[in-house]
């Protein structure tokens, strides 16, 4: 459903005039240190139903129960990567059968290794090793990830008491156990359940949680949790230190055991136990039990879950979730796989939500709406999937039939999101071979280090080859999720005619952290005919803000206000500038055009321009174009360009012009460089572009098209011409790149991209929106690699591929759209016709790549109403500070009641998500600093963010990746920084931030840079014990999702200006 907002009558001041920057000033000295370390791969991948990357299974046994239990056991071995830990409780070894076995599999960029690193083999025949396994974290403190194995039938000194195995990371992972536990009580079956919990009792040290529940207490079956805290050695400690104990017969406590993670936030984690039997009043209806961590963590329940209906089977499965919504508390899932609502046993799984006082209302039911399907007999967390910073979890219906496909199975993902959660699945998983059992174990964690958590499901019973039964485990990668080419917001123009959303630019105006959208109105009548018009709206973490809007009417008469806007941070104050043409623009010579700029900054936006640009050239339509140059000079200012498409510098006539003007604290109006190209009606300045840093030689090089360009006998074939930056400007091109067809009007458009294949030089696209691709007008848009020598011939050719299309007629930037690290393109066809639509328009979406450019559009962006004219305008920007790149699209022949008043469509890359977007700063002054603008410190930088887990209360640190001209992300040459000391994050009681500096960089320097959350859990460091060798980690961010490769330029000086 689209929501549609009329502009606001009257006009309004921003709502939030008075912002301040989004993060305290004491964030920023905190300082860092240089990381050392492997340095992980950048993936992602679009979540998809039923996508499975990886299967793992031995295949060498007939029913061996492979993958009856699976657990994320961290980093245990320090390469870098997690691991997997997989049982298989029924595998024979040798004439022991039911021995069981285990398996640890060694996590790399890509995926496991299908060769287990190490595997568990013990030889008790029936003790069905490998019946639970779980990862412990860091229980002895040297900063390896350590994990435990279960066998629920081991006989020790009794029959069937059960037995714990705990194995201690290293470089070398043993095979010996530092720990052996036993259920000293004959068929207590121990371990039967078993969780890492977290640090409950705050000593630095993870602990491990291990149930009983066929033990016998004050009575039969009363059953038992055992929790064995941790502590430095090189043995586990075997005494139990905190015991658990179910209150009456067959009450079976230790069904099941999680950590529940820190559900009121206190800084100790808690327990989570399942009581499946217990009796309460209803017969057999199961019990949750919440146990509250401490400094002395005692065994008396704190919160009590039920749903009082008998034989449910409640708590049968238990897990902490995570932070599902959002309020920086840990929330809570459990499993009742015999619920009844509507059909028999169909299962049903309960979510409450962690608080200061937790309470024991469920806010969520799901259910499976189909009888002895058993769903909840697993529900589990499985971390941030999609990189929003909201928890996801699982809940798996193992006997679900798929059609006629009986106990196939099926998995279930549900997002984390603000507010209350959906029932509905967001993703599903299964394989629909019968009797599979898909979903008898679930887990979840990161195991690549990008930042996405990755799923992994166990199916035992499902056949691999030959052998029926033996088992398997699945393993789906965590990406950003699937993009929605529906729109979230259409602005209005609001009035007949005005054509709003021909013209839009994105920046960061009031420097808050949230980019900023503005949209040129020019055919707007004020006083007269067509005087022009243009608004911006304003960034919040709810995204563009039309309560915040702001218009600036044109004073002078049919002069055409917004017929270009761009962005720019022009005095280098961190705020970007808004820059506007008025190409009709008349002060005694006609159509002269006029340009102007209006300072940002914090507080209301100024209405008054700071700037007024006339060149006093007859019918020029100067302001017909405008657009940041980046720093063409390396002074650290912003740097603008105006094209002039009918000016001329004496003759030729209509050759056309483009002007150059150097940024600084107080730029004047007078053009530093004039471009021209000395040909008639070669229309120079029909576009003009910064297309960033395209030779890699640290300055931002500048692109202009002149459509009339008569060029190889191509009349009118057009031109796209190339100007590099430098100390010494040369305004005589460096570059150029011919149409090849008549009347093909190459260099309609032009935008600088970023980097779109990875290389580290920035790239660029220019389109010939009337090329014949094949068809007639279809139109064409190229893509231009950047290198140290440019080859300037197209990488791609991207079209639309219908007539009269006319692709192209807008050019820009998407961001990287999908996550994978690449800079993306979108290109408007404003003429394209959406089957019997006439001239609805599109807007089409192309990810880059390492490999040539694909030219078949991933995304098409559209509507079904004819003369909507999408894609008149392209924009791109983050502006709910979540991270990732929203998308804007103007139509300026939408009509909703005003014929032709336009619209400009928004589509965000996700729901709302939390804060998650990194900003560079400078100290003296403190204040943000845009694009290419001077870091104000002589060898580095700061970068702040916002700290938010998606666990819950954690301990995080910022992470920051800098890198030089012409080096990619990951290379060698590039250096990452560290945030000293742990902040603590998702603190519900005052505002929580990550800060690092980057230091000993290279002076006079341009650098891109990213930056990312580091998590570990709250008591990390505490009783002498080590940081994780391989924490967890969020994705990585681009300041205002940005793309290319001028972020900042290490500097604390000014360079005069130099152009000849």
């Not at 400007?729 to 779109?756: C, E, I, K, P």
Request: proline share 3%; hydrophobic share 40%; aromatic share 10%.
């Amino acid at each position: 459903m689209r929501l549609i907002l009329r502009e606001l009558r009257p006009r309004t001041q921003p709502s939030n005039a008075n912002m301040t920057l989004r993060f305290p000033m004491q964030w920023l000295f905190a300082g860092s240190f240089l990381l050392a370390g492997a340095v992980s791969a950048q993936t992602a991948k679009t979540i998809a139903t039923s996508s499975i990357d990886q299967t793992l299974s031995t295949s060498v046994q007939l029913n061996g129960d492979y993958g009856r239990s699976i657990a994320f056991v961290g980093d245990v071995n320090g390469d870098g990567f997690g691991d997997l830990l997989v049982g298989q409780p029924l595998f024979d070894n040798g004439a022991s059968a039911d021995a069981g076995a285990a398996y640890l599999y060694s996590g790399n960029a890509t995926g496991f290794s299908t060769s287990p690193l190490v595997s568990l083999l013990p030889v008790q025949a029936g003790a069905r090793f490998g019946s639970a396994v779980t990862g412990i974290g860091d229980a002895n403190g040297d900063g390896y990830m350590d994990f435990a194995v279960a066998a629920e039938f081991q006989d020790g000194s009794n029959t069937d008491e059960g037995a714990v195995w705990v194995f201690f990371g290293g470089s070398t992972v043993s095979q010996n156990q530092a720990g052996l536990l036993f259920g000293a009580q004959a068929s207590a079956y121990l371990g039967t359940s078993l969780a890492g919990v977290g640090d409950v009792n705050g000593d630095g040290f993870a602990d491990l949680a291990v149930g009983a529940p066929g033990f016998d207490g004050s009575a039969t079956n009363t059953g038992v949790v055992r929790i064995f805290f941790g502590g430095s050695g090189t043995t586990f400690n075997a005494v139990v230190d905190v015991t658990l104990s179910g209150a009456a017969t067959d009450y079976r406590l230790g069904s099941s055991v999680a950590g529940a993670g820190d559900v009121n936030a206190d800084g100790f984690a808690d327990v989570l136990a399942g009581a499946a039997t217990a009796s309460s009043p209803e017969t057999n209806e199961g019990l949750g039990f919440l146990y509250l961590g401490g400094s002395t963590m005692n065994n008396v329940v704190d919160v009590t879950y039920q749903i009082n209906q008998a034989s449910a089977d409640f708590g049968r499965s238990v897990s902490g979730g995570g932070d599902l919504n959002g309020d920086g508390y840990s929330d809570i899932l459990i499993g009742a796989p015999l619920y009844d609502d509507g059909q028999t046993d169909e299962g049903g799984a309960f979510v409450y939500f962690g608080g200061a006082t937790p309470d024991n209302v469920s806010d969520l039911t799901i259910t499976s709406n189909q009888a002895a399907a058993q769903l909840g007999f697993r529900v589990a967390s499985i971390g941030d999937a999609d990189g929003d910073s909201y928890a996801e979890f699982s809940v798996s219906a193992p006997l679900l039939d798929a059609g006629a496909t009986v106990d196939s199975g099926r998995a279930w993902i549900f997002r984390g999101r603000p507010g209350g959660l959906s029932a509905a699945a967001d993703a599903a998983f299964s394989i629909n071979q019968g009797g599979e059992q898909m979903g008898r174990a679930l887990a979840g964690g990161d195991f690549n280090g990008d930042g996405y958590s990755d799923f992994f499901i166990g199916a035992p019973l499902n056949t691999e080859g030959a052998s029926t039964g033996a088992g398997t485990a699945f393993i789906v990668r965590g990406s950003m999720l699937t993009f929605d080419a529906t729109s979230d917001l259409t602005i209005e123009g609001a009035a007949p005619g005005v054509g709003f959303g021909t013209t839009t630019a994105t920046g960061d105006i009031n420097g808050d952290g949230f980019v900023d959208l503005v949209v040129g109105k020019p055919k707007k009548n004020v006083s007269s005919a067509e005087d022009g018009s243009f608004s911006a709206y304003l960034g919040s973490n709810l995204g563009l803000q039309l309560a915040s809007q702001v218009t600036v009417d044109a004073t002078a008469a049919g002069g055409n206000l917004g017929s270009a806007v761009a962005t720019c941070d022009v005095n280098g104050d961190g705020f970007a500038d808004v820059i506007v043409g008025a190409e009709k623009q008349a002060n005694g010579q006609a159509n002269e055009g006029f340009a102007y700029i209006y300072y940002g900054g914090q507080g209301a936006f100024n209405t008054t321009a700071d700037k007024t640009f006339e060149m006093n050239v007859l019918n020029a339509q100067f302001g017909h174009s405008v657009a940041c140059g980046g720093d063409v000079n390396g002074d650290g200012f912003g740097d603008v360009v105006i094209g002039a498409p009918f000016a001329e510098n004496g003759t030729p006539n209509d050759e056309g012009l483009v002007y150059v003007f150097l940024g600084s604290t107080d730029m004047d109006t007078n053009a530093d460089a004039i471009l021209e190209v000395n040909q008639g009606s070669a229309f120079l300045g029909q576009s003009v572009a910064g297309i960033g840093d395209y030779n890699g030689d640290g300055f931002a090089d500048i692109a202009a098209g002149s459509t009339g360009y008569d060029i190889a006998g191509s009349a009118n074939g057009g031109v796209i011409w190339i100007w590099y930056g430098g100390s010494t400007f040369n305004a005589t091109s460096d570059g150029f790149v011919g149409g090849t067809q008549n009347n093909s009007r190459m260099g309609f458009a032009v935008t600088g991209l970023g980097d779109v294949n990875g290389d580290g030089f920035d790239d660029f696209a220019a389109s010939a929106n009337e090329h014949d691709q094949p068809q007639v007008d279809s139109g064409a848009t190229y893509i231009f690699l950047g290198a140290a020598s440019p080859t300037n011939i197209a990488n791609g050719t991207l079209s639309p591929q219908q007539a009269t299309a006319f692709g192209g007629q807008s050019v820009g930037s998407a961001g990287d759209l999908n996550g994978d690290g690449f800079a993306d393109v979108i290109v408007g066809a404003h003429r394209w016709d959406n089957g019997a639509s006439a001239d609805t328009g599109a807007a089409f979406v192309y990810f880059g790549g390492v490999t040539a450019f694909d030219t078949t559009a991933d995304i098409t962006l559209t509507s079904t109403t004819a003369g909507d004219a999408i894609g008149t305008s392209v924009s791109s920007g983050d502006f709910d500070g979540d991270g990732d790149v929203d998308l804007v699209v103007g139509a300026s022949g939408f009509t909703n009641g005003d014929a032709g008043e336009g619209a400009v469509f928004i589509y965000r890359n996700r729901d709302i998500g939390r804060l998650s977007g990194p900003q560079a700063f400078s100290v003296t002054p403190l204040a943000p600093v845009e694009q290419w603008g001077r870091s104000r410190v002589s060898d580095g930088f700061f970068v702040g963010m916002e700290g938010i887990s998606p666990r819950g209360r954690d301990k995080g640190k910022l992470e920051l990746e800098a890198c030089p001209p012409t080096r990619p992300f990951d290379a060698p040459q590039c250096t990452r920084f560290l945030s000293p000391s742990w902040s603590d994050v998702n603190n519900t009681a005052s505002v929580a931030g990550l800060a690092a500096q980057a230091t000993g960089l290279n002076g006079e320097t341009v650098y891109h840079w990213r930056a990312r959350a580091v998590f570990a859990p709250f008591s990390v460091g505490l009783g002498g014990a080590a940081d994780p060798i391989t924490p967890a980690v969020g994705p990585w961010r681009r300041m205002n999702a940005e793309t290319g490769l001028g972020d900042v330029r290490v500097s604390s000086r000014i360079f005069a200006d130099g152009f000849e």
